[in-house]
């Protein structure tokens, strides 16, 4: 079976590190796009970064400069790691591989999804 399980989320101080953690199942994550997806209490789900098949990256304007995506396909493994975090990036994450690995990651669907890790960013 395929899955994605996500680790890593708990509680973080404003300005502090979390590295959250995807790992694969079943399944091999080098020619898949994977996507780290964020829902707020009362918000919509929002896409926050990506990376494709080729390393190339996508990052929602509100964690430039403070996330980071990588893949160590090794490990068969994403990673993100989130610095200088925020109360506004408390949320539930959520990996999501999709199958066009090769395209514009931030476009793409996504066919299989984690079941989420709760990050909380106290001020």
């Known amino acids: 079976q395929v899955h994605l399980v996500e680790s890593g989320g708990g509680l973080a101080q404003s300005g502090g590190p979390l590295r959250l953690s995807c790992a694969a199942s079943g399944f091999s994550l080098d020619y898949y796009a994977i996507a780290w997806f964020r829902q707020a209490p009362g918000k919509e789900r929002e896409i926050v970064s990506c990376?494709?098949?080729?390393?190339?990256?996508y990052y929602v304007d509100s964690v430039k400069g403070r996330f980071a995506i990588s893949r160590a396909n090794a490990e068969n493994t994403v990673y993100l790691q989130m610095d200088s975090l925020k109360p506004e990036d408390t949320a539930v994450y959520y990996c999501a591989a999709g199958e066009r690995g090769g395209s514009a990651c931030e476009w793409i669907p996504y066919e299989t999804w984690g079941q989420g890790t709760r990050v909380t960013v106290s001020a």
């Open positions: 990376i494709n098949s080729a390393d190339a990256t």
